[in-house]
């Protein structure tokens, strides 16, 4: 029997989600505690590979097991054993053909900036010094959803079979005094996209790149021309859509 898991994470202390052999992961954490529930290695498949440092208020993973469970039970157990920077929120059945990564029909991901001093976002915001003009970088994001092809803000050397997807939704707002987050949505995203465009869009909010400037660095298609990529620790994998079909009632 095939089972989403639906669980959150603060990335700080993490080399991302994938396992890694020096290092620690949010896959291992999980997967240990599985493991020492069932009794034997439970394999997690996830939705995406967060880097390090990057968080995700939901992320999904699937996993397959013979034995019989009590969902609730499960998820307060794995909630006790967990550390406290991992939380379950719920598990559902799904048919075998459900895959918690190419299932996935959308995703969204937020990226904090935080212009003023705040203990209390220091973990899930980047800090940022300078004014920038958001009405500016807003259209800069408009931009974003007349193309498809996104190589200019994939990482250098990443094993994509294709640059192209579709984004639906990019948008800033100012969430809180001083806080503005970027939200973005699409049918798949690159290694480091969101960062990448984060920082190209800065770029265009610091009166640095033009729209124009910006049109052609997304078409380059080429990463050694677009921003840089913006620290980790604001981004966060907020939601992820599936078919209804995929779920057993």
Request: glycine letters at 6%.
């Amino acid at each position: 029997m095939r089972y989403f898991l639906y669980f959150s994470y603060d990335g700080t202390d993490y080399h991302g989600w994938q396992r890694q052999p020096n290092a620690m992961s949010v896959q291992e954490k999980m997967e240990d505690v599985l493991q020492l529930y069932f009794g034997h290695k439970v394999n997690l498949v996830a939705a995406g590979r967060t880097d390090t440092g990057v968080h995700a208020r939901l992320m999904v993973a699937h996993f397959d097991i013979d034995q019989d469970f009590a969902a609730q039970q499960l998820i307060f157990k794995l909630n006790c054993l967990l550390p406290s920077d991992i939380s379950v929120s719920d598990i559902r059945p799904v048919t075998s053909e459900g895959h918690a990564r190419f299932s996935a029909k959308a995703r969204t991901y937020h990226y904090y900036l935080s212009l003023r001093k705040d203990p209390f976002r220091l973990r899930f915001s980047c800090r940022y010094y300078h004014s920038l003009d958001f009405d500016l970088m807003n259209e800069g994001a408009r931009l974003l959803m007349r193309h498809t092809d996104f190589g200019s803000f994939c990482k250098a050397g990443s094993d994509n079979k294709t640059n192209i997807c579709h984004i639906t939704q990019a948008v800033w707002t100012e969430v809180a005094p001083g806080l503005w987050r970027f939200s973005i949505t699409a049918d798949r995203f690159l290694r480091n996209m969101v960062r990448a465009i984060v920082g190209t869009l800065i770029e265009v909010g610091k009166g640095r790149l033009t729209l124009e400037q910006l049109e052609q660095v997304i078409a380059a298609g080429d990463r050694r021309v677009g921003g840089e990529s913006m620290p980790a620790c604001g981004l966060s994998l907020v939601d992820i859509v599936y078919p209804d079909d995929i779920f057993i009632q």
